[in-house]
């Protein structure tokens, strides 16, 4: 028998100075500049190319969504960013990407331990890649969220630099730990309430606090409550056209009864992707119900179903949302996934980068009534979430929030990229922190830009838009 090698891992000097010879291909002041490329595509054709496989009615209850604002503009145009980042000169240094790292991504979500948690909380476009991505991503969208609240220009670069240097701070703490403190690290509502201290005045401590028990009532009780009805003596998901449409108002009865069948082994199949303790707790409930669900910006066209499940009777529920998962935007600059069923893309993303997952996340492939296979992620519909409401935030609020963001997202990418030869690269002083903020504040131009062209191929009858 011949003995094996033994994978050799390199040292924390050698990691280091891996991140530090980055610089030389990489300068972390070459990261300021934004100029787009004289091939850049026309951005509405990103669009329209995405909006091809989705639903056809639901498409432009999207552009009407993505018209309200230059803010909302971004967060459905990360295929859009995708093509200008896959043109950037990088540092080579991967980590698991959120993909579509906005500051509306992070938000108060429970841990399976029934803690309230800030973490990342979209990853349908995850994919491994340049970490400098992720902190791009959410630099711009700071910019975008500050300029829609005339802030001036030394806030909005405040508010970047706060994101940046917590991000390049929280690393280099990471660099120094042990792998599994890394991987133990969360953000808990205990530390964040710590953290209140001093950074923020007394009525933005009201605020955040009643942000917080706000998050612990958007459970799935009351997502219950307020998506369902009685129907004759028994509890189905409620109509609400176009946003919320029960399948018995989607389909014939012939095609119903298939697509419920098709469904209800679905969720028979999904429940492999969990692990044992949590496939036995999934099989306590019935399928009783299942109603199309348009989420979000970026994601609406794509097909998303909200399956009512009850257990010991009609008033113990659980609402899942199984989602289509299409192939990553960064897919075509970064790589093709490991995974062939995308919704196994997104879920190991999501595992890999969050603290703490959903305890129903799994994934399936759903053949649907047109005969077509689509992969799909499945996990509660509503599960203690709180979101951010930038467009009341002050600038001092902003700044601390942009903080928060910053080292969250540091601690998703130390517990899958090299931690030490990133907090290597960026080093102790503010040189990657000043280049984000000039990144941001160009990058928010070509935003402003995009929005306009969105806004003429309306204006233009080129596309339909819908409010919705």
């Not at 980042?85 to 500051?103: E, M, N, S, V, W």
């Not at 000039?438 to 969105?454: G, H, I, K, P, S």
Request: glycine share 8%; net charge neutral; with cysteine.
């Amino acid at each position: 028998m011949t003995a094996t090698t033994p994978h050799r891992h390199p040292t924390p000097d050698e990691r280091a100075a891996r991140g530090k010879a980055a610089r030389g291909t990489a300068p972390r002041s070459g990261h300021a500049a934004f100029e787009p490329r004289d091939d850049r595509p026309d951005p509405v054709e990103v669009i329209e190319r995405q909006s091809a496989s989705r639903v056809p009615e639901l498409v432009p209850i999207r552009y009407g969504r993505m018209l309200e604002s230059p803010f909302r503009f971004y967060r459905g145009a990360a295929a859009i960013m995708a093509v200008d980042l896959g043109a950037l000169g990088h540092t080579g240094i991967t980590t698991q990407l959120c993909g579509d790292a906005h500051l509306l991504n992070f938000r108060l979500l429970a841990s399976p331990e029934r803690h309230l948690v800030f973490d990342i909380n979209d990853f349908d476009e995850t994919l491994p890649g340049p970490w400098e991505w992720d902190v791009k991503r959410l630099a711009a969208s700071l910019v975008i969220a500050a300029r829609a609240n005339d802030f001036s220009a030394g806030q909005r670069a405040g508010v970047v630099r706060e994101a940046v240097r917590s991000y390049r701070e929280s690393m280099r703490g990471f660099a120094g730990m042990r792998n599994l403190d890394v991987w133990y690290a969360q953000a808990d509502t205990e530390k964040l309430s710590a953290l209140l201290g001093g950074r923020l005045a007394r009525s933005s401590r009201r605020r955040l606090s009643h942000a917080l028990d706000t998050a612990r009532t958007r459970d799935n009780l009351q997502a219950f409550e307020k998506l369902t009805t009685t129907v004759d003596g028994s509890r189905r998901i409620a109509s609400d056209p176009p946003l919320l449409v029960p399948l018995r108002d989607l389909l014939s009865e012939a095609d119903r009864a298939e697509f419920e069948r098709d469904l209800r082994e679905v969720i028979e199949r999904y429940g492999t992707s969990l692990t044992s303790d949590r496939r036995h707790l999934l099989g306590q409930f019935r399928m009783v119900d299942i109603a199309r669900k348009v989420v979000g910006v970026g994601s609406v066209g794509t097909r998303c179903w909200v399956v009512l499940m009850l257990g010991r009777d009609d008033e113990d529920p659980l609402l899942l949302q199984a989602k289509e998962a299409g192939t990553s935007v960064l897919a075509p600059y970064s790589g093709r996934s490991e995974y062939d069923n995308q919704g196994q893309r997104v879920v190991a993303g999501q595992r890999l980068m969050q603290a703490a997952s959903d305890i129903f996340l799994g994934w399936d492939r759903v053949t649907g009534v047109d005969g077509r296979q689509r992969d799909f992620y499945i996990r509660q519909l509503r599960d203690w979430k709180g979101i951010a409401r930038p467009e009341t935030m002050k600038p001092s609020e902003l700044r601390f929030f942009a903080g928060l963001c910053g080292a969250t997202l540091a601690r998703a990418h130390a517990r899958s990229g090299d931690r030490i030869a990133i907090a290597a690269y960026l080093g102790g002083g503010d040189v990657f922190d000043r280049a984000l903020a000039e990144f941001a504040e160009a990058y928010a131009d070509q935003n402003e830009r995009d929005f306009q062209a969105l806004t003429e191929a309306v204006r233009t009858g080129r596309i339909t838009a819908e409010t919705g």
